[in-house]
Structure formats: structure tokens, C-alpha cells
């Protein structure tokens, strides 16, 4: 890896005319993109061919694996778990809409109205992730136990009937049913929904608003005609941020769900662990990322926003 | 209710929630899914190079492959442990068993826990012992299936009984002689881990359960009943119940087993399949009841009066964490040494007083009663006659087995 050690051919000490600059090395841009192309190619492009030959092997752990063309793993694989990759989506899904629908307002907030407490309330949405991500989630199950007093009240409230009755929760309890782990995979992912949405409302200039309110906007013409639209980067890049990893999340399905509750990424880690069948756990990955890749492509296409960053 | 407090936790119940994650998050993180959705098209072009790769059977060597012994030389070992298994003084700095083991032999012990799943770590170490390569341990504990699973593929060096007196003096009669490895040529037991039915007193309200059948069948427990995430305590435990011998099943036994508990599961009574955070969900009363790990309820017992536990008349499983020597260890001699060691009565007893498992050593009792009166006289740390009458292994599975087996597990904890 000598390469890496290399310096960049150094300019030429002192240039004769200071108003023209000497044109750098041809090669300076790509000596720069050099660590991050390394980095590329050792931490994702030989990961993934690895895991792309996994897929399509067959063999046992005594016998050794050896490539095959085993293209059928990944019909037997998607024909024999596609439960737990709607139910993935679903999931995912229903979390991120929650996530937009809670932190909207609150970046909104955040942006426009908080004035001197707007660190404060930056500070209380970043906290959490001064604590494990699995106490957090454990933390909910003392939340949602069954004789706590959430629960409680909503049993009360007859709440529960409503939920068990559309099937979200299973008599009168929340914990280990889809609805927890639903409200596991919002929590856990609010905050990259918060983040970058409070980025883009924040770079609206008030003015605009102001001017909407000079042309007779009422407020939420206001809101609806300028400030959703001029906040369209921070909804796609937070919505994808909280899609695209709640997908692929276990430990919410894993801690505060029940058998059938189980989303892929379950699966993954149960065949490439406990099972041992490397093939079908690779060829489960490939076909998520698969299908997180068309549905993050379609999504992009349709919201018309290219300048997510 | 009790609220939650972070701070409250204690540093075993932390190692317990970081231990019932088979591999940590590091598999699916935001970065890893961002990455592999961005370059998903670079990979389809590399399918040419695809067959280049694949993985190499495994050494298949009888006795192991012994790398030279720098034991004489290096007065060192290198001892992977799980965590919260070994005996901690009160300043939580030092190990007292470990030191005196370095006092009397002028052997360092490099004393680390990184063990925190069995199919972990197999995953971790599976590589260089593949390659035929050292992994930098010379002592490693696995639980009896995964040394089995190491000693089939030859992955773990025979030991020398000529440096092991006091272990084949002392062990247990009731861990001589497993399947997986006759006559303990290759491994000896660290603890026992029996798996028994736990219940939560205020939780049951006065319902009766005496065995695995109430578990899975009395009406009143539906939706607060816990079992196992670990196969062969579930199964085996279902089998026993079923009255067959999960030391002799068939592949029918097990489908039977399999479907006895689906049938639960499909109505409801089983409300997870958990690991180690089953203690949680217990102490809180979400579990009425649930198949537990012996050592887990002596510790919680002695923090809430309501927890208990019971022995089912068909028996329990017993299973063990056993010591073993990788193929390539620098320092062979001492690890036996180090075994050898704790299969003196004395520092046996220090550890059992500490850890709460089954202690495999015979005449350890009269020396625990010294240090812990009420441990000594505990059947979950030292087993009586009834009580090794009633414990049950799960016998080894060949590699097809395991992977049949498990498949159906799998698919019935959800996948």
C-alpha cells in the first residue's frame, strides 16, 4: 500500500508571476479522491462481491462452499420469508409516516418559534443518543408493560379495543405485538427525521412568510404554498434516513415483538448465525438492498427533489 | 410499577441484554444500508470475480494442530471468557482465583471477556481457525454444542491428562462422558447451566404450574408465557415434557416437539422467544411464567421475593460451558495448567460461591460452606442425587441435523 504514503507531487516553490497561478498536477484531483476510493473498495466493493458469491454457492461448513451459479437461493428465499419483507415495509413504513407526522410540527417549532429555548430543544433531541440504542428500546418495555399505567389507561380508554380489533395489539396488552414495535422503530428513528427537517425549514427566509401574508395568504395557504414546499429537501432526505434503516432494523422486532412480529432483518441474522445457511442470508441482503434501492429510486423520482444535500 | 432507571442496572444485567444479541448491531447499521443501496449497480459488474471466491472446507485433522509450545518460555496465557464468569473482588479490579493461580504457578493470565454469544463468536474465530491459523487464545469456554461442533470440524487441540489430575480426579460423574466428546479428550467443563421453569409469584395469581404441559396449555397463562430462544433448552425441555429423551430422539420426536409448541404459539400462549432479557419480562410480570436458566434465577431470586423456580417431574436439561485449547495456541501447557487449577476444590468453591452456576467439581462442598453456607446447600449450584437424577442433556447433532433443526426452530420463533 505504498500509495497510500505517497505525498501529492508538491507545486512548484515560487512561481514567477504571482497574478497566474502554475496549474496544479493533473493528477492532484485524483490523488485526493485516493483514501476515500480505498476506502470504498476495501470496506464496500470486496464486501459486496463476497457477499454476492455467497449467494449464488452451495456447500457445508464441513464440506467447505463453492460457487455454483446457485441462482435458485434467491427464489427459495424470497418465496419462503416474503412475510417478513412486506412485513418490513409495513413496518418501516408506518414508522416513518408517525416520524414525519410528530417531527414536522416539532421542526417546525424548533425553527420559527422557539426563539432562546431553540438549543434546549436541540439539545433534548439529540440526548438519547448519549444512551445505548438497546437500553433505549429496553426502556420501552418497562413504558408498555402490562400492568404499567400506560396500559392501564389505555385499556380504560377502551383504546385497546380499538387496536386489538384492527389487529395492532393482542387483547389487552401492547408489548409483543406489531404496534410496539412499530412505536419502538418511530422512537428510535425520530431524530433522523427531526434533524434534517429543522435544517431545511430553518434556511427559509421569514421574509417569504411576510410576503405571503402581504398577498392575502392566510396561514395555512402560507404553509401549504411556501414553506412545505421550500422544505421538500429536509422531508425526502429525513423520510429516507428513517425508511431505509427501520427496514433493516432487528432489535425493535427482536425485544418488543412476538413470533409474528419478526421482520427480515430477524431473518438475516437467524440464518447467518444460528442456522448457518450463508447463501440464504446473503441472498436475503442483496434482495433488501434490492428492493430498498428501487423503492428509495421510484420515491426520489416522484418527490422531484435531486438536491437532497 | 416499578419505574424504569437507567443507573439501576446492574453491570450483569447490561452484560445479559449485550449477550441475548446474537451479533450486535454492527450488521444492518444506517451506514451499511446507505452504502449498499448507493452502490448496489458497482456489485453487478463484479460477478465475473464472483467465482473466484468461496470458502474453504475446514480443516478436517484429528487431534488438532498443535503450534510449538512456548509455554516454558513465555510465562503467559491468553483465557476468552464471557463476561460476568468469573469471581470479581469487591473493588471489581482484580480476579482472587486468577491471582492466586499466577502467585503459585508464575503464570500471567491475559483474562479477557469477549465472548457474549456462542454463534458470535464462533463467527469471530471461525476465519483463522478455517485459514489454520492462531487466534491469539490459548483457553476458550464454548457452550457444549459449539465445542462439539469445534472438535468435528478439528479445530481443538487434544489435551495432555498428564497435566489434568485434579480434572479427571474431580470432575463430576454426571459430565464424564458426553457424546460430543468421550472421555473429555478435548474439553472440560468450566459450569453447568440448567435450564428449569421460572415463575413470577405475584404474576400467577395463584395458578398452579408444575410443568412444561401448564406452560403450554393452561388458558389462564395465555399471552405471559416465555420459552427460549436457544433450541435445544425449548426443545429439549418439550421433549422431556412429551416423555421422550432429548439424549435419544428421532428427527419425529423432534418434528412433534417442533408442532407441540407451533400449536401454542398459533394460540397465543407463548408470548417470546427470548435470550438472556427474559429476566426482565419475569421480574416485571409480563411473564407469568417461563423457561429459565438456573444460575439467572438464584440472582434474581435474591432481588425480588416474587421470583421462584421449579423442577418438572419429567426432568430438566443441563447443559455446560466448556474449556477448550484452539488449534495453533502458543501456550498449550499453561492452559492445561489453568484448567487443572480450577479443578481444585478450593478455588472451585471461590468460583462457585461468585458465579451461581453448577459447579462440576466433586468435594467442592465442604469448602463452599465455608465461604456461603446457603449456596452450599443449593441443589442449582451443587447438584444432590435427586436433583442429577432429574438432569437431562440434549444429545450432539451431525452438521446436517443442526442445520435441519434449527431451520425449524427458526421458522418457529417467526424466522
Known amino acids: ?309 | 410499577m416499578e419505574q424504569y432507571e437507567p443507573d439501576r442496572l446492574s453491570p450483569a444485567q447490561v452484560a445479559a441484554m449485550r449477550r441475548s444479541f446474537r451479533n450486535g448491531r454492527a450488521a444492518l447499521t444506517r451506514r451499511s444500508l446507505l452504502r449498499a443501496s448507493a452502490g448496489g449497480a458497482l456489485a453487478a459488474g463484479g460477478l465475473g470475480s464472483l467465482s473466484a471466491c468461496g470458502i474453504p472446507a475446514a480443516g478436517q485433522s484429528q487431534g488438532g494442530v498443535p503450534a510449538e509450545d512456548r509455554s516454558a518460555k513465555e510465562k503467559t496465557v491468553n483465557f476468552s471468557n464471557w463476561t460476568e464468569y468469573m469471581d470479581v473482588d469487591d473493588s471489581g479490579k482484580h480476579h482472587p482465583t486468577l491471582e492466586q493461580f499466577t502467585k503459585r504457578t508464575g503464570i500471567k493470565v491475559k483474562y479477557t471477556e469477549d465472548i457474549n454469544d456462542n454463534n458470535e463468536f464462533f463467527g469471530k474465530i471461525k476465519p483463522q481457525l478455517a485459514a489454520g491459523q492462531d487466534t491469539g487464545r490459548d483457553i476458550i469456554v464454548l457452550t457444549d454444542w459449539l465445542a462439539g461442533r469445534l472438535i468435528r470440524l478439528g479445530w481443538v487441540q487434544k489435551l495432555d491428562p498428564a497435566n489434568l489430575p485434579h480434572a479427571y480426579a474431580n470432575l463430576s460423574a454426571q459430565f464424564r462422558s458426553p457424546d460430543w466428546d468421550p472421555g473429555r479428550a478435548y474439553s472440560y467443563v468450566w459450569q453447568g447451566i440448567s435450564t428449569v421453569i421460572a415463575y413470577n409469584k405475584k404474576a400467577l395469581d395463584g395458578v398452579e404450574v408444575k410443568s412444561i404441559s401448564d406452560l403450554l396449555d393452561n388458558p389462564k397463562l395465555k399471552g405471559r408465557v416465555g420459552f427460549l430462544s436457544e433450541m435445544r433448552d425449548s426443545v429439549g425441555m418439550t421433549l422431556l415434557d412429551m416423555g421422550k429423551d432429548p439424549a435419544d430422539f428421532t428427527a419425529d420426536d423432534y418434528d412433534a416437539a417442533i408442532a407441540r409448541l407451533q400449536k401454542a404459539v398459533d394460540k397465543g400462549q407463548i408470548r417470546r422467544f427470548t435470550g438472556n432479557d427474559y429476566t426482565s419480562d419475569l421480574t416485571s410480570g409480563d411473564f407469568a411464567a417461563c423457561v429459565a436458566w438456573a444460575g439467572d434465577v438464584v440472582q434474581l431470586k435474591a432481588d425480588s421475593p416474587d421470583i421462584d423456580f421449579l423442577i418438572p417431574d419429567s426432568g430438566y436439561m443441563t447443559s455446560t460451558d466448556n474449556l477448550l485449547i484452539p488449534n495453533k495456541a502458543r501456550h498449550k501447557t499453561n492452559a492445561e495448567r489453568l484448567i487443572d487449577f480450577y479443578y481444585e476444590p478450593k478455588p472451585a468453591a471461590e468460583l462457585a460461591a461468585y458465579i451461581n452456576y453448577v459447579c462440576p467439581v466433586d468435594g467442592v462442598k465442604a469448602e463452599l460452606a465455608k465461604i456461603d453456607e446457603d449456596a452450599a446447600n443449593n441443589p442449582l449450584i451443587i447438584p444432590d442425587k435427586a436433583m442429577a437424577a432429574k438432569s437431562h442433556a440434549f444429545r450432539s447433532l451431525s452438521s446436517k441435523e443442526e442445520t435441519e433443526f434449527e431451520e425449524k426452530f427458526a421458522k418457529l420463533t417467526g424466522a
Open chain 1, 1 to 309: 500500500m505504498s500509495t497510500l504514503t505517497e505525498a501529492p507531487p508538491p507545486l512548484a516553490p515560487q512561481a514567477p508571476e504571482p497574478k497566474a497561478p502554475k496549474r496544479r498536477g493533473r493528477w492532484t484531483p485524483y490523488w485526493l479522491l485516493l483514501p476515500g476510493i480505498l476506502w470504498l473498495l476495501v470496506f464496500f466493493a470486496l464486501p459486496m462481491i463476497y457477499q454476492a458469491s455467497t449467494s449464488v454457492q452451495t456447500g457445508s461448513l464441513e464440506e467447505g462452499y463453492k460457487v455454483t451459479w446457485h441462482f435458485a437461493t434467491y427464489w427459495d428465499a424470497l418465496s419462503a420469508y416474503w412475510p417478513q419483507f412486506v412485513r418490513s415495509v409495513l413496518y418501516a413504513g408506518t414508522a416513518t409516516i408517525l416520524c414525519l407526522l410528530l417531527g414536522y410540527p416539532l421542526a417546525y417549532l424548533i425553527a420559527f418559534r422557539a426563539g432562546r429555548w431553540r438549543n434546549l430543544i436541540m439539545i433534548l433531541v439529540i440526548a438519547p443518543f448519549f444512551t445505548s440504542f438497546l437500553i433505549r428500546t429496553l426502556a420501552w418495555k418497562t413504558i408498555l408493560a402490562d400492568g404499567g399505567p400506560l396500559v392501564g389507561a389505555l385499556d380504560t380508554l377502551h383504546v385497546l379495543d380499538v387496536t386489538s380489533w384492527l389487529g395492532w395489539t393482542a387483547g389487552d396488552r401492547v408489548l409483543a405485538t406489531p404496534l410496539a414495535v412499530v412505536c419502538g422503530l418511530t422512537y428510535n428513528f425520530l431524530p433522523f427525521m427531526i434533524l434534517p427537517l429543522y435544517t431545511s425549514l430553518e434556511r427559509i427566509d421569514g421574509r417569504l412568510h411576510e410576503a405571503a401574508g402581504d398577498l392575502y395568504a392566510r396561514p395555512w395557504t402560507t404553509f401549504r404554498k411556501v414553506t412545505f414546499p421550500l422544505s421538500m429537501p429536509g422531508v425526502v432526505s429525513g423520510t429516507l434516513l428513517t425508511f431505509i434503516p427501520a427496514t433493516g432494523d432487528y432489535v425493535n422486532a427482536d425485544l418488543l415483538g412476538s413470533t409474528d412480529t419478526r421482520m427480515v432483518g430477524n431473518v438475516i441474522q437467524t440464518q447467518f448465525l444460528r442456522v448457518l445457511d450463508y447463501p440464504t442470508a446473503a441472498a436475503l441482503s442483496f434482495i433488501l438492498m434490492a428492493a430498498i434501492l428501487l423503492m428509495v429510486t421510484l420515491y426520489i423520482r416522484r418527490s422531484g427533489t435531486e438536491d437532497l444535500v
